[in-house]
């Protein structure tokens, strides 16, 4: 089949994009607004942008009402925001939290999870995630959308801090058999990530492994010993 979007009707009962680009990771995002009222939505288009140093991103599309979420007001007027990784476990929590609540309804209180406040902002995280990123924000970008959503708010960060909890690591990895992260699918679908396997190009150089692993250290240390050569 072929068609373009917003301009042919591909005549299917469902819009198949989303389904297309699959698995996503769930960018949980805590926030706290300006007055300290917490607040925590998931965003299924999510991911990192580099890792040296580390960024994030996530989009947000505007309500049926055509207002801002508070997750983006937030993070642009108070300069945090707080990444929680979506385990298999907190599916329910997770779901709760995607419904649009009224601003100044506290979503962890609606789901029932509990608040650990992040090290070096106000922002409160999900105690019961396994791994967190702390980030300060950085820039929106803002895209033109079609209505009822309207514009669509792109929403960068640098990734200031990482907490993962020591029972999530085996032998210095962090362990997707433990953590067990639920990944974004098309329609109301999603993934529980159980298994993996790996593959390294054949071919590369070390610099380009090292980067291709995203590991600064040893980037790092290439270029000293190339540079002392």
């Not at 299924?44 to 890792?51: D, G, K, Y």
């Not at 055509?66 to 007001?73: A, E, S």
């Not at 992040?118 to 929106?140: G, Q």
């Not at 159980?194 to 090292?210: C, H, R």
Request: charged content about 25%; glycine content about 6%.
């Amino acid at each position: 089949m072929f068609y373009r979007p917003a301009i042919d009707d591909h005549g299917l009962d469902h819009d198949p994009f989303k389904a297309c680009v699959v698995p996503r990771a769930i960018g949980w995002i805590s926030t706290l607004s300006k007055d300290g009222k917490a607040n925590l939505a998931p965003y299924s288009q999510f991911t990192n942008v580099t890792f040296d140093p580390p960024y994030v991103m996530f989009s947000s599309n505007q309500t049926q009402e055509g207002l801002r979420k508070d997750t983006v007001v937030n993070a642009e007027q108070t300069g945090h925001f707080v990444w929680n990784l979506v385990t298999y476990p907190l599916r329910e929590a997770m779901n709760i939290t995607a419904q649009q609540f009224p601003p100044g309804v506290d979503e962890f209180e609606e789901a029932g999870l509990e608040k650990e406040k992040a090290r070096l902002s106000d922002v409160p995280m999900v105690k019961e995630s396994p791994v967190r990123f702390e980030c300060s924000y950085h820039t929106t970008l803002r895209l033109p959308g079609n209505p009822p959503m309207g514009s669509v708010d792109i929403i960068i960060g640098k990734v200031e801090a990482v907490h993962i909890a020591d029972d999530a690591l085996t032998d210095g990895l962090l362990d997707i058999q433990k953590t067990e992260p639920i990944a974004r699918c098309g329609y109301y679908t999603y993934a529980r990530v159980t298994q993996t396997f790996e593959m390294k190009i054949p071919g590369n150089s070390a610099a380009t492994l090292n980067g291709l692993e995203g590991n600064p250290r040893k980037v790092a240390k290439f270029e000293a010993e190339k540079n002392n050569a």
